[in-house]
């Protein structure tokens, strides 16, 4: 708008000096306007640019606050997808990576277990087999050798009882094994162990004895005593001194005690086992007294003067 007010301006100059271009008295002034006008024109030009650089100024910073704008909101929306994939990655991961995975690893881990307790089934069968049918002396003792080394194995009940069958088939050469099986049998709670130490207590041989002992330890004598006792009362008095002998040397101050004052053994209890038992206290009467253990502690007493065999005391 402004450029062509400018041109309207030079056109009417122009005019203006065709009309008077003869006047010489009014060229001096003609001149001195044109100046004027072109210095007005100069003045209109800069102002024009600075509006116009204005503008362009101003187009600008617009055009920059709307970017920054935009900008800023680009910064936000990555934030907020940056803090959703934050916490949506490790929930991610944990239901499509660490439980499955957890699940797959339980699986694997239930299926090693599965095929190592097979084949240690399968191991322990075989040795125990070899124990009681192998003929070869060698094979039969690393079986001996194999159970041995896994005594903390948890053997089945059919395990147990073709251990307690091996006691009954190998020679007495084979002492080392035997001692294993009664072993193991000592220190797990079975009914195979429970027949075998109530039953065989006095007829398998003194070996038993302290390996029962150690099976009543934490099983109790209680449930074993009443069978036992029939056994030694039915024992020949040779079987029985023995036995009693054996009874002292493991457990003196406490299975020996509880068998002697077991009423229900020592009052059915012939008059020569009666005075063994008499003869065996007697004679270790020191050892009884420095557990604090006196004569009159003991059942058989009664009985002992029942049979009339304190009159022989000295």
């Not at 948890?154 to 294993?180: C, G, M, P, R, V």
């Not at 302290?210 to 069978?227: P, Q």
Request: aromatic share 14%; with cysteine.
């Amino acid at each position: 708008m402004r450029r062509k007010i400018v041109i309207i301006i030079i056109t009417f100059i122009t005019f203006t000096l065709s009309i008077y271009g003869q006047d010489s008295d009014s060229l001096t002034d003609i001149n001195e306007r044109i100046n004027i006008l072109e210095k007005e024109i100069e003045e209109l030009n800069d102002i024009i640019k600075n509006e116009e650089l204005e503008n362009r100024l101003k187009l600008s910073t617009e055009t920059i606050n709307t970017y920054n704008s935009l900008f800023t909101i680009f910064i936000a929306i990555q934030a907020i997808l940056l803090a959703l994939l934050g916490i949506g990655i490790p929930i991610s991961s944990y239901f499509f990576v660490i439980k499955p995975w957890k699940k797959t690893n339980k699986w694997i881990k239930n299926k090693f277990e599965e095929f190592m307790s097979n084949y240690q089934k399968e191991e322990m069968d075989r040795a125990i087999l070899s124990l009681v049918y192998e003929q070869d002396d060698k094979l039969k003792r690393n079986a001996r050798e194999y159970i041995e080394k896994n005594y903390y194995y948890k053997f089945s009940d059919e395990q147990l009882l073709n251990l307690n069958s091996a006691l009954f088939s190998i020679e007495d050469i084979y002492l080392d094994i035997k001692h294993t099986v009664m072993r193991i049998l000592a220190k797990r709670q079975s009914k195979v162990a429970d027949l075998f130490f109530a039953q065989h207590f006095c007829t398998y041989g003194w070996d038993i004895i302290k390996y029962a002992f150690n099976y009543f330890d934490f099983m109790g004598i209680e449930r074993f005593i009443k069978r036992i006792s029939k056994n030694l009362i039915e024992l020949e008095i040779k079987k029985f001194e023995q036995t009693i002998k054996e009874i002292f040397h493991h457990s003196a101050d406490k299975y020996f005690i509880k068998f002697i004052n077991y009423e229900t053994l020592v009052s059915k209890l012939s008059k020569d086992k009666i005075q063994f038992l008499n003869e065996l206290i007697t004679k270790n009467i020191k050892y009884f007294e420095s557990k604090h253990i006196k004569n009159s502690d003991f059942l058989i007493i009664k009985y002992i003067k029942k049979f009339g065999l304190d009159k022989n005391k000295k």
